[in-house]
Structures are given as structure tokens and as C-alpha cells.
């Protein structure tokens, strides 16, 4: 899930309205990973971080982005994150993409412990056979 809040907006609702939206999605086997730029710097203790690790902690989804994210001048915060169930994900990491495009950088979230089931694909050619096609075969 991808999350966006504006640094204008009243936070109080978004907290709320995040939790409704994860209340809504959630079931026990779901592995929900939430990536947002909303303006709080995470290495910052502040109210309204403590405000949402209670709403995301009510699922346990915790923050893995204590690094810069964002750079101006002389000035880095980490308003973007990250947001996993560690207890789901257990080995996973994320790191710091830099791509020179933006003041902000990028997050690469590597999830190792992910089982893809290879599923049995079967390939099957219908011909459609009608006069048209058999003429086309005969000239052929």
C-alpha cells in the first residue's frame, strides 16, 4: 500500500483514516508492506511519530527507514518509510538508493524470505477450423 500525506494536512485524521483502511484490509495472513512520504522524520522522537507507531503497531507493522531519505543543503530528514509486519518478513532489509534525479532518494526493500509457488502453466493451441481455414491449409 502506498500512503502520501500533505505536510498541510490535518494529521489526527490521517492517523484515523490510515487505521480504518487497515482495519478494512486486514486478516491474519495478509503481508502488508506500506511505503509513505509523510513527513515525519523517523530518527526524531516526536508526538506525532509515537501517534502513528500506535496506529501501525496495532498491526504490527513497524518503520525500517532510520536513514536520510531526503536532502537539502546541509539538512537530511527521513520522511519517507517503509512499514512491515517484522514478525511476516523476518529476513528483509532496506537500503538507500541514490539516484540523483530528486532531493529525495529511493528505498530498496529486499524481501529473502519470500516463497514463490511455481504454479503448473499449460499452453494449449485451439485451432479454429472452418472453411476459410482449410482453404488456407490447402495453399499452404
Do not use: W
Not at 516526536?46 to 503497531?57: H, Y
Not at 531519505?69 to 530528514?77: C, D, E, N
Not at 524470505?113 to 482453404?135: A, C, G, K, M, P
Amino acid at each position: 500500500m502506498a500512503v502520501y500525506r500533505a505536510p498541510t494536512g490535518n494529521f489526527n485524521l490521517f492517523c484515523n483514516r490510515l487505521g480504518d483502511i487497515i482495519k478494512t484490509l486486514y486478516k491474519a495472513e495478509l503481508k502488508l508492506i506500506i511505503c509513505d512520504y509523510i513527513y515525519i522524520d523517523y530518527p526524531t522522537d516526536n508526538e506525532r511519530r509515537r501517534q502513528l507507531d500506535a496506529v501501525l503497531l496495532t498491526y504490527n507493522l513497524s518503520a525500517m527507514v532510520y536513514f536520510p531519505t531526503r536532502s537539502q543543503g546541509y539538512s537530511s530528514t527521513a520522511i519517507d518509510n517503509i512499514f512491515i509486519d517484522t514478525h511476516k518478513f523476518i529476513n528483509c532489509t532496506v537500503s538507500p538508493v541514490h539516484s540523483g534525479l530528486s532531493d529525495h532518494g529511493a528505498q530498496l526493500l529486499i524481501i529473502n524470505d519470500v516463497n514463490l509457488q511455481l504454479q503448473n502453466h499449460h499452453i494449449y493451441t485451439i485451432r479454429n477450423i472452418n472453411n476459410y481455414s482449410i482453404e488456407e491449409f490447402k495453399t499452404r
